[in-house]
């Protein structure tokens, strides 16, 4: 069975961190690019980072740059959103997604194959 699964998410206050994990199974995650992409209610759904699969290379929001990182474990099959300094506009439910590209993009309709979510609460 392929899926992607998201984990991780939670409630944390201003300033906290977490570490968002998404994992595969059924396919390997080693031939796609991944992106990391949040949607919060009556929001549109942007895209926070990403990460190439031929180079390694990655990339972020604006927004979110200096504070969220994302890498990948191709021996688990996993790749990961560590989020720091996290501020309440954070607050979105987040998704992983994989694209058959080199080069991985921020724009969501380079996405062909979806996590169900996890969400991400900051608040006092």
């Known amino acids: 069975q392929v899926q992607l699964v998201e984990s991780g998410g939670g409630l944390v206050q201003p300033g906290g961190s977490l570490r968002l994990s998404c994992a595969a199974s059924?396919?390997?995650?080693?031939?796609?690019?991944i992106g990391w992409f949040r949607q919060a209610p009556g929001k549109e759904r942007e895209g926070v980072s990403c990460?190439?699969?031929?180079?390694?290379?990655?990339d972020y929001a604006d927004s979110v740059k200096g504070r969220f990182t994302i890498s990948r474990d191709n021996a688990k099959n996993t790749v990961y959103l560590q989020m720091n300094s996290l501020k309440p506009e954070d607050t979105a439910v987040y998704y992983c997604?994989?694209?058959?590209?080199?080069?991985?993009?921020?724009?969501?309709?380079?996405?062909?194959?979806w996590g169900q979510g996890t969400q991400v609460t900051v608040s006092s």
């Open positions: 059924g396919f390997t995650l080693d031939y796609y690019a």
């Open positions: 997604a994989t694209a058959p590209l080199a080069i991985a993009t921020l724009r969501w309709d380079d996405y062909d194959y």
């Open positions: 990460i190439s699969n031929s180079d390694g290379s990655t």
